[in-house]
């Protein structure tokens, strides 16, 4: 070991180096890139401005879900609840606004204060019985299923005031329609980011999934900040209800079914480890993306959804072989 | 028994702890003196690690006193150590390996900027690396970027890192639990200076280790435990090595 001249006049190639964002977030940065241009020529439908919007609209609901799940990925856990909370959210703000007439607004809050007590009973359960996140989440799943098949009756909602819709609805720039609620998922993107990196409570969240006895020798309270994550997720699960009933218009039961799996693999295509304490919440940006590009550009080229399902499937052991192999290394 | 002037830093009297039929601490006494590497050393099972939890807050002793600076202290968690001013070095290393060494630092203790921003707790990451690479520096560890992770480190830096964190946030005692056991010879060499470097800051060390050749290499005094009491208080220039390990298993008896 040497002793070096301390500021920042380190060689520049290990200063760059250690700038660069490592693998984690290069990797799936360059995969989204080459699928689009791999989509571009295989289809000219596809490098379309009208075509993205599409795309980013088709990834908001399971954007805003990987939000959510990638805080709790980070802090080491998972959650499975998330789709069936999120199925549950939207029946309960359609339905609050329909059965009671209460005003739309009242209606969403209500449905994102459900959405974030099932977060807060995932938190206190795992925190205060200190059970696998896995288990909780998997039961927690089932409950809010139960719960939104018993309550809408297995009835869709609809007939939906105007103001509930208001985030389905676009903008023009230039040619290109762009809707709200695209908008609202990416600068939710940029907020939990920018929390996640510059702010204490965002790097206790590193710590805790890091080493959470380490985090708690350092006096960072390692169950509070559990807890106060599986909520935050769960108000991101209500958002993403929102977000789906402004583009579906109804308030759908029976959605949510396979949102969970596919906000895990936005996750880890994001290259977030899922044995916590490294990944980025823009990562999952692109990981959604990627999924995104694929089913878009797949449809596009005439492959079948079965295909796409397999290809997704391929995508996510490879971004999980990618974190276990970088891991043995270090 | 060395006569001790000045109060201790850190004093226990009588501590005991039972676990069932199992008596970890029997009546331990403890004294710490300011400006001195203290090496507690013990068979295991001597009540080493309960005696330097009961002093660091991880465990609440049964009966006995602790007194810090000549008060009396009551500590019901590590934190409460902490906040009176110990730091504690686990021998498992507390540290997040994914983060950089300026955040494991000032892990739990981050520096947030000024103004609304600070309130919002957003943090200093310019002023983080500044007072790391100084901090550092001053401790003479030759780590080339402060932004390095914590797991590209080798494990004596590792520990250099923790070591380096509880001495900075330390007002009265450093406590290090086996901080050479796994280093290698120059590794080792290396912690044992930074050891040194803290004592000479003014902040007096509980060293626990199991090595006797650091232990006589550094310490100005050795406590040797033996069946949950102190058997010894020597200066570790008045004792020979053998005899340290005889009073510690009993073979022999001041």
Same mark, same amino acid.
């Given at each position: 070991?040497?002793?070096?001249?301390?500021?920042?006049?380190? &060689?520049?190639?290990?200063? *760059?180096?250690?700038?660069?964002?490592?693998?984690?977030?290069?990797?799936?940065?360059?995969?989204?890139?080459?699928?689009?241009?791999?989509?571009?020529?295989?289809?000219?439908?596809?490098?379309?401005?009208?075509?993205?919007? /599409?795309?980013?609209?088709?990834?908001?609901?399971?954007?805003?879900?990987?939000?959510?799940?990638?805080?709790?990925?980070?802090?080491?856990?998972?959650?499975?609840?998330?789709?069936?909370?999120?199925?549950?959210?939207?029946?309960?703000?359609?339905?609050?606004?329909?059965?009671?007439?209460? &005003?739309?607004? +009242?209606?969403? @809050?209500?449905?994102?204060?459900?959405?974030?007590?099932?977060?807060?009973?995932?938190?206190?359960?795992?925190?205060?019985?200190?059970?696998?996140?896995?288990?909780?989440?998997?039961?927690?799943?089932?409950?809010?299923?139960?719960?939104?098949?018993?309550?809408?009756?297995?009835?869709?909602?609809?007939?939906? &005031?105007?103001?509930?819709? /208001?985030?389905?609805?676009?903008?023009?720039?230039?040619?290109?329609?762009?809707?709200?609620?695209?908008? +609202?998922?990416?600068?939710?993107?940029?907020?939990?980011?920018?929390?996640?990196?510059?702010?204490?409570?965002?790097?206790?969240?590193?710590?805790?999934?890091?080493?959470?006895?380490?985090?708690? @020798?350092?006096?960072? &309270?390692?169950?509070?900040?559990?807890? *106060?994550?599986?909520?935050?997720?769960? /108000?991101?699960?209500?958002?993403?209800?929102?977000?789906?009933?402004?583009?579906?218009?109804?308030?759908?039961?029976?959605?949510?079914?396979?949102?969970?799996?596919?906000?895990?693999?936005?996750?880890?295509?994001?290259?977030?480890?899922?044995?916590?304490?490294?990944?980025?919440?823009?990562?999952? /940006?692109?990981?959604?993306?990627?999924?995104?590009?694929?089913?878009?550009?797949?449809?596009?080229?005439?492959?079948?959804?079965?295909?796409?399902?397999?290809?997704?499937?391929?995508?996510?052991?490879?971004?999980?072989?990618?974190?276990?192999?970088?891991?043995?290394?270090? | 028994?060395? $006569?001790?002037?000045?109060?201790?830093?850190?004093?226990?009297?009588?501590?005991?702890?039972?676990?069932?039929?199992?008596?970890?601490?029997?009546?331990?006494?403890?004294?710490?003196?300011?400006?001195?590497?203290?090496?507690?050393?013990?068979?295991?099972?001597?009540?080493?690690?309960?005696?330097?939890?009961?002093?660091?807050?991880?465990?609440?002793?049964?009966?006995?006193?602790?007194?810090?600076?000549?008060?009396?202290?009551?500590?019901?968690?590590?934190?409460?150590?902490?906040?009176?001013?110990?730091?504690?070095?686990?021998?498992?290393?507390?540290?997040?390996?994914?983060? $950089?060494?300026?955040?494991?630092?000032?892990?739990?203790?981050?520096?947030?900027?000024?103004?609304?921003?600070?309130?919002?707790?957003?943090?200093?990451?310019? #002023?983080?690396?500044?007072?790391?690479?100084?901090?550092?520096?001053?401790?003479?560890?030759?780590?080339?970027?402060?932004? #390095?992770?914590?797991?590209?480190?080798?494990?004596?830096?590792?520990?250099?890192?923790?070591?380096?964190?509880?001495?900075?946030?330390?007002?009265?005692?450093?406590?290090?639990?086996?901080?050479?056991?796994?280093?290698?010879?120059?590794?080792?060499? =290396?912690?044992?200076?930074?050891?040194?470097?803290?004592?000479?800051?003014?902040?007096?060390?509980?060293?626990?280790?199991?090595?006797?050749?650091?232990?006589?290499?550094?310490? !100005?005094?050795?406590?040797? #435990?033996?069946?949950?009491?102190?058997?010894?208080?020597?200066? $570790?220039? !008045?004792?020979? =090595?053998?005899?340290?390990?005889?009073?510690?298993?009993?073979?022999?008896?001041?």
């Amino acid at each position: 070991m040497s002793t070096q001249t301390p500021k920042s006049s380190n &060689p520049a190639s290990s200063s *760059i180096l250690s700038k660069l964002p490592p693998l984690t977030i290069l990797g799936p940065l360059a995969a989204l890139l080459l699928s689009i241009i791999f989509f571009s020529l295989q289809s000219d439908r596809f490098l379309a401005g009208r075509n993205f919007s /599409l795309i980013v609209q088709q990834v908001m609901v399971v954007g805003v879900l990987a939000i959510g799940q990638t805080l709790v990925v980070l802090t080491g856990g998972i959650d499975l609840s998330n789709g069936m909370v999120m199925a549950l959210g939207q029946v309960v703000m359609t339905k609050f606004a329909m059965d009671f007439g209460m &005003p739309p607004y +009242l209606a969403i @809050l209500c449905g994102l204060l459900v959405t974030m007590g099932f977060g807060f009973l995932n938190g206190l359960l795992i925190t205060r019985i200190n059970l696998p996140p896995f288990i909780v989440t998997l039961g927690t799943l089932n409950i809010a299923f139960a719960i939104t098949q018993i309550y809408s009756k297995a009835q869709t909602v609809s007939n939906l &005031p105007d103001s509930m819709l /208001l985030l389905g609805e676009t903008f023009k720039i230039g040619e290109t329609a762009i809707n709200y609620g695209s908008v +609202l998922m990416l600068l939710l993107f940029l907020f939990v980011w920018f929390v996640l990196r510059d702010t204490a409570p965002g790097r206790h969240v590193y710590a805790v999934g890091n080493n959470a006895e380490a985090a708690r @020798l350092n006096g960072i &309270p390692s169950k509070r900040v559990l807890l *106060i994550i599986y909520t935050l997720a769960g /108000l991101m699960y209500g958002i993403a209800a929102l977000l789906l009933v402004a583009r579906t218009s109804v308030g759908d039961p029976n959605a949510g079914q396979t949102e969970n799996l596919e906000s895990i693999t936005a996750v880890v295509l994001g290259g977030t480890s899922l044995f916590g304490g490294r990944g980025n919440v823009l990562g999952t /940006l692109i990981g959604a993306l990627i999924v995104g590009v694929f089913r878009n550009g797949l449809t596009l080229i005439g492959v079948s959804s079965v295909y796409q399902i397999l290809i997704t499937g391929i995508l996510v052991i490879l971004a999980v072989t990618t974190d276990q192999l970088s891991r043995r290394k270090g | 028994m060395t $006569t001790s002037s000045p109060t201790p830093v850190l004093a226990a009297r009588g501590l005991t702890k039972r676990y069932g039929q199992v008596t970890a601490l029997d009546g331990a006494d403890f004294e710490l003196l300011p400006g001195e590497i203290l090496a507690v050393i013990g068979d295991n099972g001597a009540g080493k690690s309960t005696l330097i939890k009961a002093l660091s807050g991880a465990l609440v002793p049964d009966s006995g006193e602790i007194k810090l600076d000549g008060k009396a202290v009551h500590f019901k968690s590590p934190s409460d150590a902490r906040k009176a001013g110990i730091e504690t070095v686990y021998q498992d290393l507390a540290v997040a390996p994914a983060m $950089t060494i300026a955040e494991n630092l000032f892990l739990g203790r981050e520096i947030k900027r000024g103004g609304l921003l600070g309130k919002l707790h957003v943090i200093n990451k310019k #002023q983080m690396l500044d007072e790391a690479v100084k901090y550092m520096q001053e401790l003479k560890i030759g780590i080339r970027s402060m932004k #390095q992770a914590v797991e590209t480190l080798s494990g004596g830096q590792r520990q250099g890192v923790a070591v380096a964190r509880s001495a900075a946030f330390a007002k009265h005692v450093v406590i290090l639990d086996e901080p050479t056991a796994a280093l290698g010879v120059k590794e080792s060499g =290396m912690v044992l200076d930074l050891i040194r470097r803290v004592r000479d800051r003014g902040l007096p060390v509980i060293l626990i280790s199991h090595n006797m050749p650091h232990v006589f290499e550094i310490s !100005d005094r050795i406590h040797i #435990q033996r069946l949950g009491r102190r058997a010894a208080l020597v200066n $570790t220039k !008045d004792i020979t =090595m053998p005899d340290a390990v005889a009073i510690m298993t009993g073979a022999k008896t001041i």
